[in-house]
């Protein structure tokens, strides 16, 4: 089961584990680097990550 997130600018900088995943089961936390249409996969679990596309209007 692949696990994918699509997280917005207002979200970064994102890490792996994400804040509310179960801590006793984690593993050591990972900043992941993200680009508009590149994924970044955390080298640990393999969780894929993607940044959302810009709302206009968040654009100012």
């Not at 050591?28 to 940044?51: E, K, M, N």
Request: hydrophobic share 35%; charged share 20%; proline share 15%.
């Amino acid at each position: 089961m692949e696990r994918r997130y699509t997280v917005s600018k207002k979200d970064l900088p994102v890490s792996c584990p994400l804040p509310w995943t179960v801590r006793w089961n984690s593993h050591p936390r990972v900043y992941l680097p993200l680009q508009p249409g590149i994924d970044a996969t955390c080298p640990y679990c393999g969780a894929v990550f993607s940044l959302a596309p810009a709302d206009p209007a968040d654009q100012g």
